[in-house]
């Protein structure tokens, strides 16, 4: 099964990062996955060099960390394949201007950032290149991204009936549960690297005690029933959602165990902890060997060049270049 898919280092990965997108990687992975530390897409907001360049190797390593293995799947840094920007620069007049001021991801970002850059606007488009280029059949990615795999679907088709067949049309791959984790103390938002408060996100890296005082401080409700409902119960819900996906059991049959919160988030602090711990050790180790994980991204990024390669120059002749 071809698949593809990305993350941005933006900052630490979080808990949505890893049960809506990551974890789910790693139970797929085979010789046709390709797994990319998307770094042009960080540059969309203000970021300083050295802290792109740290973390987009933090992320390389949190990669590895969490289970992608290197001789199995294809695992590399997007700028390393000059391909992504090339084939977006197509895309982009492939796109309508309407198209990407419909994105909610950009409307949320654009509120809080001074004046944004043109990339932050534009970034689905190279996200659409991004997946295209390994002729994709599945993206897996947490909720928050469907309506930019739409966007992409919608320009894979126009592409191909505007100059021919070119672009196989690739679907979106959502967990059953924990698509859409949440912001702890912010319920109603996604949590996020970049916007969260420092006690709505769970990161990966965090320590045992920093993971217990984030849970225990979550927002919850009054009602003191512990039960599902996103309308009403929103934050106790999400509680339900990260433990029933860590533990791999439907959201009620975690709910019926429980019948005080302060129960449920001390059951679930030592839960999140003692599943994170295997990964936090590995990701020191990994980053411990730098020229090892080098190593492993340049051979990571020749693999990915020798697939996307064809695939740009096949829509570059389409359009008539070349
Ligand atoms: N809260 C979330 N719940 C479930 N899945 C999530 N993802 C992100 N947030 C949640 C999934 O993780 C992957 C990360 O993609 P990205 O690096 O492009 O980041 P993003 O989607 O823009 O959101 P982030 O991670 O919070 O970063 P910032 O704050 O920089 O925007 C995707 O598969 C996404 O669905």
């Known amino acids: ?10 900052g630490d990965l979080h808990l949505g990062n890893y049960l809506g997108a990551l974890r789910q990687w790693v139970a797929s992975q085979n010789p046709d996955a390709f797994y990319c530390v998307v770094d042009l897409h960080a540059l969309t907001l203000p970021i300083e060099p050295a802290t792109l360049a740290r ?16 001789e199995v799947s294809t695992v590399f840094f997007q700028s390393d394949v000059a391909y992504h920007a090339q084939l977006n620069w197509l ?10 001021g419909r994105m909610t991801a950009f409307k949320e970002k654009a509120a809080r950032a001074e004046g944004y850059r043109v990339g932050l606007f534009t970034y689905p488009v190279l996200m659409a290149g991004d ?15 469907r309506q930019h795999l739409e966007l992409c679907r919608d320009a894979a088709q126009r592409f191909n009936h505007r100059y021919g067949e070119t672009f196989r049309v690739p679907r979106a791959v959502v967990p059953p549960v924990a698509a859409r984790v949440m912001d702890l103390q912010e319920p109603t938002r996604k949590m996020s690297k970049s916007l969260s408060s420092p006690l709505g996100s769970i990161f ?20 003191g029933e512990v039960r599902p409902d996103r309308e009403r119960k929103p934050g106790l819900t999400n509680l339900l959602e990260i433990f029933a996906s860590f533990e791999g059991s439907p959201v009620e049959s975690v709910a019926e165990r429980y019948t005080r919160y302060g129960d449920l988030k001390r ?8 599943s994170l711990a ?25 693999a990915a060049a020798a697939v996307a390669g064809p695939v740009y120059q096949r829509a570059a002749r389409a359009m008539g270049l070349g």
């Open 1 to 10: 099964m071809r698949i593809f898919s990305g993350m941005q280092p933006s």
């Open 55 to 70: 973390q987009r190797t933090e992320l390389f390593a949190t990669f590895l960390a969490a289970g992608l293995d290197p």
């Open 91 to 100: 895309l982009e007049c492939v796109v309508s201007f309407g198209e990407l």
């Open 131 to 145: 997946i295209l280029l390994y002729e994709t059949e599945e993206v897996p990615v947490g909720d928050d991204q």
């Open 204 to 223: 990966l890296v965090d320590s045992p005690e920093a993971i217990a005082r984030k849970v225990s401080r979550a927002v919850t409700d009054t009602d």
């Open 267 to 274: 059951d679930l602090s030592e839960l999140v902890v003692s």
């Open 278 to 302: 295997p990964i936090r050790e590995r990701y020191s180790e990994l980053l411990a060997a730098p020229e090892h994980l080098a190593g492993l991204a340049a051979r990571g990024a020749a």
